[in-house]
């Protein structure tokens, strides 16, 4: 049986979505969130895409249940069946998610014989009445998460129509992955890499659409770059930069959200992950948690300084992981 949590008071006071990290199947998972909150208080951060199928008719718990301190959080669905979005919407919200994002961007295979991500672009109306049927069920954001277009849509009149559509269901925050997504002949990291950036249409969105929130995504690495495209959106979020170099997220809260709080570094961020591994192990360990489900998130941690070989290899022993010893954390910094 699924036990739905009371949702807390937490999303009333979340931050606003200047900066934050972007749903990436397989990596974004709760533990790595409960990773990145170490690093980050206030950065948005998002689930793995969940599909309606896995809420509607599978273990409801499994994929919805998080920490509290991963707040603020978001749910990214993936589907294209407003019924079942809506169920999946409130379900999400009863489980205390700060907003629900519908994932119009991803451009896998698997995806596409689902009739969901990226091929929802060419259906804009269908789009508009997801998001109104989610926005019906629940009183938390829903927000979109988008290409400029798919295969060979270059124009900006595209992606211009196809937020104006959707903004008819009330949507008023769309994230804009700046690339065209091709939808047959190339791979998901393909599809990340080949088809060219286009910032200035994420940019244009906002000129012409003044009145919503429009966040940037899409290869996106550096302070130097976020702080460039703050000046013409309202929002940064980063990909597998935030997964691959951890750390880079250490100064947004003191800078993009005012936070005097003073900077965790390395070891503290670290040793505040250690109780979460215990209590993690104690309690899941029943049900084949292993250490490295959590450690693997951390790999990138020692990105850019002295020593980050060894603290992988260190973190990535099976034998010493085998043995599910939080400590292997203090190993891995003290060896490098």
């Known amino acids: 049986m699924n036990t739905v949590p009371v949702p807390t008071a937490a999303a009333a ?9 972007a749903p990436m199947m397989d990596w974004t998972d709760r533990h790595c969130r409960v990773f990145h909150r170490q690093i980050t208080k206030h950065t948005w951060l998002y689930t793995e895409m969940v599909t309606t199928g896995a809420l509607v008719y599978g273990d409801v718990e499994r994929h919805l249940r998080f920490s509290e301190e991963e707040h603020p ?72 998460k988008h290409r400029i277009g798919i295969n060979d849509s270059e124009s900006y009149d595209f992606v211009r129509d196809f937020v104006g559509t959707v903004a008819d269901a009330g949507c ?16 998901p990291k393909e599809n990340r890499e080949i088809p060219p950036l286009k910032y200035d249409y994420a940019y244009r969105l906002k000129r012409d659409f003044p009145q919503f929130e429009i966040l940037i995504n899409g290869g996106i690495k550096t302070e130097a770059e976020i702080d460039l495209h703050l000046q013409h959106v309202d929002g940064v979020m980063l990909g597998r930069e935030a997964y691959h170099n951890p750390y880079l997220m250490a100064t947004f809260d003191s800078k993009y959200y ?9 070891e503290e961020v670290l040793r505040a992950m250690m109780p979460y591994i215990a209590a993690q192990l104690a309690k899941e360990g029943g049900r084949g948690l292993k250490l490295n489900t959590i450690t693997r998130h951390m790999l990138g941690l020692m990105q850019g300084v002295p020593g980050a070989r060894q603290f992988r290899q260190t973190l990535s022993d099976s034998k010493r992981l085998a043995a599910g010893n939080p400590d292997l954390l203090l190993e891995a910094l003290q060896g490098r």
């Open 258 to 266: 005012g936070d005097p709080a003073p900077v965790k570094n390395r």
């Open 73 to 144: 959080v978001a749910l990214q669905l993936g589907g294209s069946d407003p019924h079942d979005l809506a169920i999946a919407a409130k379900l999400g919200e009863q489980w205390g998610y700060d907003e629900i994002n519908l994932n119009c961007g991803c451009p896998s295979e698997r995806v596409q014989k689902g009739a969901f991500g990226a091929c929802l672009m060419a259906e804009p109306e269908l789009v508009r009445d997801c998001v109104k049927a989610m926005r019906d069920a629940v009183s938390i954001d829903v927000t979109v």
């Open 13 to 21: 006071k979340a931050p606003g979505r200047r900066l934050s990290v």
């Open 172 to 187: 008023t925050t769309f994230i804009v992955h700046a690339r065209n997504a091709i939808l047959k002949g190339l791979s």
